[in-house]
C-alpha cells in the first residue's frame, strides 16, 4: 500500500493518507468522501467509497 500526500492549505499541515490500488483513479470529490468517513470513525471507508463510484446499472424501459 502507498501512501499519498494532500496538499495543505496554509497554516495547515500536510496529512497522509492511504493509496491501494482500488483508489488509483479517485477524484478530489471520492477523497473528500473518504475525509468525511474517515473522520466519523466508518469502519473500512476505501470500501464504502469504492462501492459508490461504481454506482448502479441503469434499469432498462420498455
Given at each position: 500500500m502507498e501512501t499519498a500526500?494532500?496538499?495543505s492549505q496554509p497554516g495547515r499541515q500536510a496529512t497522509t493518507?492511504?493509496?491501494p490500488a482500488d483508489m488509483?483513479?479517485?477524484?478530489?470529490?471520492d477523497f473528500d468522501s473518504w475525509e468525511v468517513l474517515t473522520s466519523?470513525?466508518?469502519s473500512d471507508p476505501i470500501a464504502?467509497?469504492?462501492r459508490a463510484r461504481q454506482g448502479r446499472g441503469q434499469e432498462r424501459t420498455r
Open positions: 500526500t494532500t496538499t493518507a492511504p493509496q488509483a483513479d479517485w477524484t478530489g470529490a466519523l470513525k466508518v464504502r467509497v469504492t
